[in-house]
């Protein structure tokens, strides 16, 4: 079974409600209607419900056990733009402005979310990562005792013989361009947490990549990933983690026994932190194109799910994200 078999099946498990707030989108559209229809996922779609009818009717999609939402309608709107008005009126947002805001789909959407009125989020069909991003991290913020959002790579390789079954997390590959030392240690522990909660990694056993084992180098980069694992290591001195390790002693039994002798991780790691965002980023894509792996995002740390698509998504991403952000809500 692949991953995103298991994931699709977990979903069917334990169904939650989850905004789409580019509604009035195709692909958007026709992912709900799967949605709904196969048990994956109680999917609420925003923008104009009259739109949104006349496109279904269109494509010929039935859309029982779809909620259709129109945000300037709604009886929530003036509670959600209270509340948005009050979380940023700090940071110099008018009652005005929350208005405008919360007419926007994707703070709707984010709303609904803060309010549980909805289990997760959804979008990217066409917002870019950082329309979708800001919202959430201005308002869903963190988990408590998570310092940043972050992102894992579900990574799942043809050579079963590598990691967990062939199971991989890569992290962090989408979000924080430079992250400290700090970060890194957070987005360490939340990238355990995916790789149990979504994937069944057990136990996850993570690597702190550079470009030194153990101090075979000496520089200030590699100064911050040891920083980094001491860092986590107090944070969570339950989870199985060390650094500073090279990939090869990270993944390669031999290698990691000869370079990291008697290290928990080297040799069998299955989850892998990048020291920096140009490093992850260029690290899955490697793995992606010549290991022909499959590469499956996911927002991490933040204190309910939203996952971001890419503008090129198919249908069949839409739903498959969905489904991972109905496991994480579970
Ligand atoms: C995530 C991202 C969109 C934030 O951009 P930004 O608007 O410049 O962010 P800001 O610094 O203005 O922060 C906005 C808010 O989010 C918070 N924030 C930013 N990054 C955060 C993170 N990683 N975790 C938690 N909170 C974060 C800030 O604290 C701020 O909160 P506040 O307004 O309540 O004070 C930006 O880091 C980014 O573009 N990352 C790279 C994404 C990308 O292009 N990836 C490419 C690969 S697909």
């Given at each position: 079974?692949?991953?995103?078999?298991?994931?699709?099946?977990?979903?069917?498990?334990?169904?939650?409600?989850?905004?789409?707030?580019?509604?009035?989108?195709?692909?958007?559209?026709?992912?709900?209607?799967?949605?709904?229809?196969?048990?994956?996922?109680?999917?609420?779609?925003?923008?104009?419900?009259?739109?949104?009818?006349?496109?279904?009717?269109?494509?010929?999609?039935?859309?029982?056990?779809?909620?259709?939402?129109?945000?300037?309608?709604?009886?929530?709107?003036?509670?959600?733009?209270?509340?948005?008005?009050?979380?940023?009126?700090?940071?110099?947002?008018?009652?005005?402005?929350?208005?405008?805001?919360?007419s926007d789909p994707m703070y709707f959407g984010i709303m609904m979310v803060k309010f549980q009125d909805a289990d997760g989020l959804v979008s990217g069909a066409v917002h870019s990562t950082g329309d979708m991003l800001r919202p959430a991290l201005q308002i869903i913020k963190t988990k408590p005792g998570i310092k940043v959002v972050s992102s894992s790579m579900i990574i799942e390789l043809k050579d079963r013989s590598i990691g967990s079954d062939g199971l991989l997390i890569y992290a962090d590959c989408v979000v924080n361009p430079c992250p400290t030392a700090e970060e890194l240690a957070h987005i360490a522990i939340s990238s355990a947490e995916t790789a149990r909660v979504l994937c069944g990694i057990e136990p996850p056993r993570v690597a702190m990549l550079s470009f030194s084992t153990k101090g075979s180098a000496k520089?200030?980069?590699?100064?911050?990933?040891?920083?980094?694992?001491?860092?986590?290591?107090?944070?969570?001195?339950?989870?199985?983690?060390?650094?500073?390790?090279?990939?090869?002693?990270?993944?390669?039994?031999?290698?990691?026994?000869?370079?990291?002798?008697?290290?928990?991780?080297?040799?069998?790691?299955?989850?892998?932190?990048?020291?920096?965002?140009?490093?992850?980023?260029?690290?899955?894509?490697?793995?992606?194109r010549l290991a022909g792996a499959e590469a499956i995002a996911v927002l991490q740390g933040l204190a309910a799910p939203c996952n971001d698509l890419s503008r090129g998504c198919s249908v069949e991403d839409i739903v498959n994200t969905a489904c991972v952000t109905v496991v994480q809500a579970g």
């Open positions: 079974m692949s991953i995103l078999d298991t994931i699709r099946a977990k979903a069917r498990e334990n169904v939650k409600s989850i905004v789409l707030p580019e509604g009035e989108e195709s692909r958007t559209l026709q992912a709900a209607a799967i949605l709904a229809r196969e048990g994956l996922a109680k999917p609420i779609l925003l923008g104009d419900p009259e739109k949104i009818r006349a496109a279904a009717e269109a494509a010929g999609l039935t859309l029982s056990g779809v909620t259709v939402i129109h945000p300037a309608e709604s009886p929530d709107f003036d509670r959600y733009r209270d509340a948005l008005y009050e979380l940023r009126k700090n940071k110099g947002v008018t009652l005005a402005d929350a208005a405008r805001l919360v520089h200030d980069l590699v100064s911050k990933v040891q920083e980094a694992t001491k860092i986590a290591h107090q944070l969570a001195p339950e989870l199985l983690l060390d650094g500073d390790l090279q990939f090869d002693a990270a993944l390669v039994p031999d290698i990691g026994a000869s370079k990291a002798p008697g290290s928990p991780v080297a040799g069998q790691a299955n989850v892998l932190i990048f020291p920096d965002l140009q490093a992850g980023n260029i690290g899955y894509k490697i793995t992606q």
